[in-house]
């Protein structure tokens, strides 16, 4: 691999194109590194980095988190979630307890785990409990809670599937005719599971130029390198610029322990709308560890997916907006005041920019 200064350099000397050259990320990963890194203060500047869909806790129905605070506080269920869910605001319930912090606040028994065996062993550990796993993530998270299903863990263990596939907001976004962007780079970890051929659909179909990059900065340089090189020449292609881990065909097993245990199925984004064949859920066969089959009167709670009154989260996180054009950032919405889910999650672009020292 060549270091970031090489790519740089390569970069500086491609011919500048007549106008400006969007590239999408839809990964908070490399949103991090690009943030972290400066890349956008190093690159020409024809070149704008546009965050893209890449935070699942961001577009988590509210629907869901609000059913998970009232496991927690009407069913007397242990509830357990990744860490950045927990101060995700919701719009509905008792105001008092508009998140799943609130709720720990309020009585409800309310977890962080780092991993679904986590999960697992909060479980065998309280066994006269019911568990609830609410875990929200893309293909890359989703696949490690489906293993953990195949292995048919403890009956006292359920989950709260909010799951969701990364290349259909993608799709969604070229089908709308204005997608915002002129080249695409597609996230490496999930190429790693889902195989890099997820993503031939962008520059055979929509005819945009895309590379796979992975997390460092250099790996994201030559991802960058190569789209303005497809876009100045006018041929794009599909470039894998992490082949050290993503293969041709993705992790077989890992696609195998997706199919086995989870369907794939249309799903709400919150302040997105339903989007076709986006979302995982619990199969048949594995619905004894369901958690919306063990407690169907939670399920009742769907629809009108609103972020917060004023938060623009659902432009930002489809790279409609960037964070700091949203009126709220630094003033009414920061890390320690989020308004909305782009402030709280690690992968959210908000909360990014922010621990990037990006200001108005
Ligand atoms: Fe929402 Fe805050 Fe981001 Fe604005 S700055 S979009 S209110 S999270």
């Known amino acids: 691999m060549m270091q970031a200064k090489v790519w740089l350099e390569k970069l500086q000397q491609l011919p500048r194109p007549a106008g400006r050259v969007a590239i999408m990320n839809v990964c908070g990963g490399h949103e991090r590194s690009i943030t972290m890194a400066g890349l956008r203060g190093v690159l020409p500047d024809y070149v704008r980095l546009v965050p893209g869909p890449g935070c699942p806790v961001c577009i988590c129905p509210e629907g869901d988190i609000h059913a998970a605070i009232r496991l927690g506080l009407e069913d007397g269920a242990l509830v357990c979630a990744f860490g950045d869910m927990l101060r995700v605001p919701i719009n509905r319930g008792r105001a008092e307890v508009r998140s799943l912090e609130q709720a720990h606040a309020s009585g409800a028994d309310i977890r962080p785990v780092a991993s679904p065996m986590e999960a697992v062993a909060l479980?065998?550990?309280?066994?006269?409990?019911?568990?609830?796993?609410?875990?929200?993530?893309?293909?890359?998270?989703?696949?490690?809670?489906?293993?953990?299903?195949?292995?048919?863990?403890?009956?006292?263990?359920?989950?709260?599937?909010?799951?969701?596939?990364?290349?259909?907001?993608?799709?969604?976004?070229?089908?709308?005719?204005?997608?915002?962007?002129?080249?695409?780079?597609?996230?490496?970890?999930?190429?790693?599971?889902?195989?890099?051929?997820?993503?031939?659909?962008?520059?055979?179909?929509?005819?945009?130029?895309?590379?796979?990059?992975?997390?460092?900065?250099?790996?994201?340089?030559?991802?960058?390198?190569?789209?303005?090189?497809?876009?100045?020449?006018?041929?794009?292609?599909?470039?894998?610029?992490?082949?050290?881990?993503?293969?041709?065909?993705?992790?077989?097993?890992?696609?195998?322990?997706?199919?086995?245990?989870?369907?794939?199925?249309?799903?709400?984004?919150?302040?997105?709308?339903?989007?076709?064949?986006?979302?995982?859920?619990?199969?048949?066969?594995?619905?004894?560890?369901?958690?919306?089959?063990r407690f169907p009167h939670q399920c009742q709670d769907e629809g009108d997916e609103q972020m917060p009154p004023g938060c623009d989260c659902a432009r930002v996180v489809m790279g409609k907006l960037e964070p700091v054009a949203c009126r709220l950032y630094q003033t009414a919405c920061t890390p320690r005041t989020p308004v909305g889910p782009c402030m709280v999650s690690d992968e959210g672009a908000c909360r990014i920019w922010w621990s990037g020292g990006v200001r108005k």
């Open 123 to 293: 479980a065998q550990q309280n066994p006269q409990r019911q568990v609830v796993f609410f875990a929200a993530g893309f293909e890359t998270t989703m696949a490690p809670v489906a293993a953990m299903l195949a292995q048919q863990p403890p009956d006292n263990l359920t989950v709260w599937l909010a799951g969701r596939l990364t290349w259909p907001a993608v799709s969604l976004l070229l089908e709308s005719g204005t997608p915002g962007f002129d080249a695409l780079v597609a996230p490496g970890h999930v190429a790693t599971v889902m195989g890099p051929e997820e993503w031939d659909f962008v520059w055979q179909h929509h005819g945009i130029a895309t590379a796979v990059a992975g997390f460092l900065p250099d790996s994201l340089l030559a991802a960058f390198y190569s789209v303005l090189r497809q876009v100045s020449s006018g041929q794009p292609m599909l470039d894998n610029c992490y082949a050290e881990v993503v293969r041709a065909g993705g992790n077989p097993f890992a696609k195998q322990i997706l199919q086995q245990v989870f369907e794939v199925v249309d799903a709400p984004w919150r302040g997105v709308g339903t989007i076709p064949a986006s979302g995982y859920a619990i199969s048949e066969a594995y619905g004894g560890w369901d958690a919306r089959r």
